[in-house]
């Protein structure tokens, strides 16, 4: 048995639940869910829901928060969305940043990383960009 006051990240696989979603931009919006399970993602709860027979559809995450009515309502659609042209370039400049960062990090994986085995060629190589500095 657990410490009093402790909680578990996950619920009990034989408590079902079911909720309406709330957020309007769901796929699920307006209908009923059934919630079978609950996880932490990055700090944000999300439920394992389906709609319908749960034996025809995998569970979908949705956000604890598009299950709260009182949250949802604070969105509201507008006319028309804006951006500005500055907002379009920094997240095309973010965008390119981290692109560059994965390909950097699938190159580093393509070598083999620390572990992988040295061999006279790379150890040139290695010593040609040391030398750069």
Known sequence: MGAAGCTTERRKT???DAAEVFYAWHPFYGQEVTIYGERNR???VVFACSVGEASKTAPLEVPAWMLDAAVCRMFRQGPSAQV???AL???RRTLDT????I???HQ???FGGSDAPTNEDSK???QAVFNQR
């Open 14 to 16: 034989h408590i079902t």
């Open 42 to 44: 990055r700090g944000t």
């Open 84 to 86: 500005t042209v500055e």
């Open 89 to 91: 370039r920094l997240l």
């Open 98 to 101: 981290t692109a560059n960062v």
């Open 103 to 105: 390909e950097a990090q």
């Open 108 to 110: 580093l994986i393509a």
């Open 124 to 126: 040139d190589a290695a």
